[in-house]
């Protein structure tokens, strides 16, 4: 790869600015060697940027810890999840996506790639990877709430098929664990909605085998992780 195209490739600069860049020493190979020309041909894993290596150069797979009051949207107004993370990571010619939605007022795991096979095989229907989530209520859990759930037979408004399987945990009248591997429009909320207790607060605990608490970031942070974990 040209070290020009390296540079534009992983966000850090353009091609025609990757000439400066070079010029002002900041790209060497591993061993401290520096690169002058754009068009030298390199290996993301074995060059330095500014003395680090390079970001990612497989492919980025993150975790963040989404706090409330921000969209996971490339487009609307407002605090995005994106403005959490580096701005040359949006420059990354792949573009970086989050893996599936969490809603304005929902906080917790979110998964981010550039992998769009990664991506896809995390949201495919058949993949069904288990996603378990806190919540409070503003109304009272019903007895039978986690027998109506796991029947896997809940009907939502504007849906033409009912609710797959899920599991509910009541950890006290108004507060408890639910854990699907769907990925519908506001589908916890209105779950939760439909059997008359709606939902105060939402946060997502896991997605597979990855747990938040494992992770230990506070609200904003971020840290990679192995996607293999997902395979």
Not at 99 to 116: C, M
Not at 176 to 182: D, K, S
Not at 203 to 217: F, I, N, Y
């Amino acid at each position: 790869m040209r070290t020009d195209a390296l540079l534009s490739q992983y966000g850090y600069c353009t091609r025609r600015e990757a000439a400066l860049w070079l010029k002002a020493g900041r790209i060497t190979r591993a061993d401290g060697t520096p690169i002058r020309r754009p068009a030298e041909h390199v290996q993301p894993e074995e060059t330095l940027v500014d003395g680090k290596p390079v970001e990612f150069p497989r492919g980025l797979y993150i975790a963040l810890h989404k706090p409330v009051g921000y969209t996971c949207s490339h487009r609307e107004e407002g605090p995005l999840v994106y403005d959490l993370l580096p701005p040359r990571w949006l420059r990354r010619s792949k573009g970086i996506n989050t893996v599936g939605r969490l809603d304005k007022e929902t906080s917790g795991l979110l998964l981010i790639t550039d992998d769009g096979q990664f991506l896809h095989a995390l949201t495919a229907p058949g993949k069904k990877v288990d996603k378990t989530y806190h919540f409070t209520t503003a109304a009272p859990i019903p007895a039978d709430a986690p027998q109506i759930f796991a029947a896997g037979g809940l009907m939502l408004n504007g849906e033409d098929t009912p609710c797959l399987p899920a599991r509910l945990e009541a950890e006290s009248a108004c507060a408890g664990r639910i854990t699907l591997h769907e990925g519908r429009y506001h589908q916890v909320r209105r779950m939760l909605a439909a059997v008359g207790a709606p939902v105060l607060t939402l946060h997502r605990l896991s997605v597979g085998p990855l747990c938040l608490d494992a992770l230990q970031l506070a609200p904003g942070e971020w840290a990679p992780i192995d996607p293999a974990l997902f395979a």
